[in-house]
């Protein structure tokens, strides 16, 4: 899987992940459980990991949604 997007921003990781299982993309949102070890500071950000086959429609969804900004560089 590759990283499609790297955030702090918990509105932006349920959105993308509400925009993915609308498109039916798996996906994984990881690094989630970090935030015991940091104290629940939210310093640590979460990714968002898709197939490398649906990477490019992933980015597209994200892009049409208007927040591609949050996309992680290729």
């Excluded at 798996?26 to 015991?36: A, E, G, K, R, T």
């Amino acid at each position: 899987m590759d990283e499609l997007l790297r955030t702090n921003d918990l509105v932006v990781i349920s959105f993308v992940d509400a925009l993915l299982n609308d498109a039916k993309i798996p996906h994984l949102v990881v690094d989630q459980n970090m935030s015991v070890l940091e104290g629940s500071l939210g310093v640590l950000p979460r990714r968002v990991l898709v197939d490398r086959d649906r990477l490019d429609e992933a980015r597209r969804i994200i892009n049409e949604a208007g927040i591609g900004i949050e996309l992680s560089e290729r």
